[in-house]
Nanobody, 121 residues
Protein backbone atom coordinates (compact mmCIF):
# COMPACT_ATOMS: atom_id res chain seq x y z
CA UNK A 1 0.00 0.00 0.00
CA UNK A 2 1.00 3.59 -0.64
CA UNK A 3 -0.18 6.56 1.35
CA UNK A 4 -0.27 10.04 -0.19
CA UNK A 5 -0.64 13.24 1.80
CA UNK A 6 -1.10 16.60 0.12
CA UNK A 7 -0.37 20.01 1.54
CA UNK A 8 -0.10 23.60 0.37
CA UNK A 9 -3.61 24.46 -0.72
CA UNK A 10 -5.34 27.66 0.29
CA UNK A 11 -6.87 30.91 -0.83
CA UNK A 12 -4.99 33.11 -3.28
CA UNK A 13 -5.85 36.06 -5.48
CA UNK A 14 -5.91 35.74 -9.23
CA UNK A 15 -2.42 36.11 -10.62
CA UNK A 16 -0.86 34.70 -7.49
CA UNK A 17 1.08 31.52 -6.84
CA UNK A 18 0.84 28.42 -4.69
CA UNK A 19 3.01 25.37 -4.30
CA UNK A 20 1.40 22.04 -3.56
CA UNK A 21 3.33 19.15 -2.06
CA UNK A 22 2.53 15.47 -1.93
CA UNK A 23 4.44 13.10 0.30
CA UNK A 24 4.34 9.37 -0.39
CA UNK A 25 5.00 6.61 2.10
CA UNK A 26 4.64 2.85 2.22
CA UNK A 27 5.48 0.56 -0.68
CA UNK A 28 6.72 3.26 -3.01
CA UNK A 29 9.59 1.41 -4.62
CA UNK A 30 7.48 0.36 -7.61
CA UNK A 31 5.72 3.67 -8.11
CA UNK A 32 6.60 5.03 -11.54
CA UNK A 33 3.96 7.71 -12.01
CA UNK A 34 3.02 10.49 -9.64
CA UNK A 35 0.94 13.48 -10.41
CA UNK A 36 -1.89 15.86 -9.78
CA UNK A 37 -5.53 15.86 -10.71
CA UNK A 38 -8.22 18.33 -9.82
CA UNK A 39 -11.96 18.44 -9.49
CA UNK A 40 -13.86 21.69 -9.58
CA UNK A 41 -17.40 21.99 -8.21
CA UNK A 42 -19.86 20.42 -10.60
CA UNK A 43 -17.15 19.17 -12.93
CA UNK A 44 -15.41 15.91 -13.55
CA UNK A 45 -11.97 15.18 -12.29
CA UNK A 46 -9.23 16.08 -14.76
CA UNK A 47 -5.53 15.75 -15.23
CA UNK A 48 -3.34 18.65 -14.17
CA UNK A 49 0.11 17.16 -14.55
CA UNK A 50 1.92 13.88 -14.08
CA UNK A 51 5.55 12.96 -13.99
CA UNK A 52 6.71 9.64 -15.33
CA UNK A 53 10.00 8.00 -16.22
CA UNK A 54 9.76 9.81 -19.53
CA UNK A 55 9.23 13.21 -18.04
CA UNK A 56 6.41 15.59 -17.24
CA UNK A 57 3.04 15.78 -18.95
CA UNK A 58 0.88 18.84 -18.44
CA UNK A 59 -2.71 19.55 -19.31
CA UNK A 60 -3.10 22.22 -21.98
CA UNK A 61 -4.97 24.43 -19.52
CA UNK A 62 -1.96 24.75 -17.24
CA UNK A 63 0.94 24.72 -19.69
CA UNK A 64 3.25 27.65 -19.11
CA UNK A 65 1.76 28.32 -15.68
CA UNK A 66 2.16 25.14 -13.63
CA UNK A 67 5.31 23.10 -13.11
CA UNK A 68 5.40 19.59 -11.71
CA UNK A 69 8.54 18.22 -10.12
CA UNK A 70 9.65 15.27 -8.04
CA UNK A 71 12.38 14.93 -5.46
CA UNK A 72 15.40 12.74 -6.13
CA UNK A 73 14.23 10.13 -3.65
CA UNK A 74 10.92 9.94 -5.53
CA UNK A 75 8.99 10.19 -2.31
CA UNK A 76 7.45 13.58 -3.01
CA UNK A 77 5.92 15.40 -5.92
CA UNK A 78 5.33 19.11 -6.13
CA UNK A 79 3.15 21.41 -8.17
CA UNK A 80 4.20 25.02 -8.51
CA UNK A 81 1.22 27.01 -9.71
CA UNK A 82 1.80 30.49 -11.08
CA UNK A 83 -0.53 33.01 -12.69
CA UNK A 84 -3.49 31.37 -11.02
CA UNK A 85 -6.93 32.00 -12.43
CA UNK A 86 -10.37 31.68 -10.81
CA UNK A 87 -11.00 28.68 -13.06
CA UNK A 88 -8.14 26.89 -11.31
CA UNK A 89 -10.30 26.70 -8.20
CA UNK A 90 -10.69 23.03 -7.33
CA UNK A 91 -9.73 20.27 -4.97
CA UNK A 92 -6.33 19.06 -6.07
CA UNK A 93 -5.53 15.41 -5.61
CA UNK A 94 -2.20 13.68 -5.63
CA UNK A 95 -2.19 10.33 -7.39
CA UNK A 96 0.32 7.56 -7.94
CA UNK A 97 0.50 4.39 -9.97
CA UNK A 98 2.93 1.62 -10.71
CA UNK A 99 2.20 1.58 -14.40
CA UNK A 100 0.50 4.51 -16.07
CA UNK A 101 -1.97 7.36 -15.95
CA UNK A 102 -5.16 8.52 -17.60
CA UNK A 103 -6.58 11.95 -18.29
CA UNK A 104 -9.43 11.39 -15.87
CA UNK A 105 -7.38 9.58 -13.26
CA UNK A 106 -9.57 6.51 -13.66
CA UNK A 107 -7.57 3.45 -12.74
CA UNK A 108 -4.85 5.22 -10.82
CA UNK A 109 -3.99 3.03 -7.87
CA UNK A 110 -3.37 5.47 -5.06
CA UNK A 111 -4.92 8.78 -4.11
CA UNK A 112 -4.52 11.41 -1.47
CA UNK A 113 -7.47 13.04 0.22
CA UNK A 114 -7.05 16.28 -1.65
CA UNK A 115 -6.27 19.88 -0.86
CA UNK A 116 -8.51 22.79 -1.74
CA UNK A 117 -7.21 25.62 -3.89
CA UNK A 118 -9.40 28.68 -4.14
CA UNK A 119 -8.51 31.52 -6.51
CA UNK A 120 -10.40 34.74 -5.94
CA UNK A 121 -10.96 37.53 -8.45
Amino acid sequence: QVQLVESGGGLVQAGGSLRLSCSASGSIVNINVMGWYRQAPGKQRELVAVITRGGAINADSVKGRFTISRDSAKTSVFLLMNSLKPEDTAVYYCAADRAGWTTSGYGMEYWGKGTLVTVST
